[in-house]
Every structure is written in C-alpha cells, then in structure tokens.
C-alpha cells in the first residue's frame, strides 16, 4: 500500500530553522501530488504547503508564505519542508500528504515545538 515517513521534527527557538522530510516507498512519488498539512493541539489539522506533480509548482498557505519552502525529489523519492523564521504558533505535528486528486496517503507525523 506503501508508507510515508516523516522525519526533521525537533524543537527549535523562535526565529530558527527546521527541514522536514518525508520519504515515501510502495508506490511511483512522481505521480503524486504531495503536501504538508499540520495539527496543533485542539485545533484541526490545516493545509501548509503544496507541490504539483509534474512541474513541481509550489503554493503555501498564508500563514506560512515567505518562510516556508516545499520541495520534491522525485528521483529518491522524498519530500521536503524548509522551514525558517520559525515563530512559536508554527508548534505542531506535522504530516507529510499524497495523493492522485485528494489528499488520500498520509504519514504518521512529526512534532515540531517552537519556543519563544
């Protein structure tokens, strides 16, 4: 069915820098469109950051635009977040997302704790 592995969560100060990556096996990354979603706790998870598939275009959600940068590696199978300037309300678990049209292949998370 093939897995999605999250991985660069830690904690970091505000105003650092973290890179997520989430490795994917079992099935072709380069047909798929990938995403970062996140969940803060008691609140609902929210989209991050996107990557089309074929051209690699990149959209962002606003709160995180400027700061954060997805990236693909279709060759090894891996996706990335850049994340800088990080500010204590970008604490959450992170979730690497895959799909064909919706979001439907999720990853187990990663935590990232922003301290001020």
């Known amino acids: 069915q093939g897995k999605l592995v999250e991985a660069g969560g830690g904690l970091v100060q505000a105003g650092g820098s973290l890179t997520l990556s989430c490795a994917a096996s079992?099935?072709?990354?380069?047909?798929?469109?990938m995403g970062w979603f996140r969940q803060a706790p008691g609140k609902e998870r929210e989209f991050v950051a996107g990557?089309?598939?074929?051209?690699?275009?990149?959209y962002y959600a606003d709160s995180v635009k400027g700061r954060f940068t997805i990236t693909r590696d279709n060759a090894n199978n891996t996706l990335y977040l850049q994340m800088n300037n990080l500010k204590p309300d970008d604490t959450a678990a992170y979730y690497c997302a895959a799909g064909l049209n919706n979001y439907d292949w999720w990853g187990q998370g990663t935590q990232v704790t922003v301290s001020a």
């Open positions: 990557i089309t598939r074929s051209f690699g275009s990149a």
């Open positions: 079992g099935r072709t990354f380069s047909f798929y469109r």
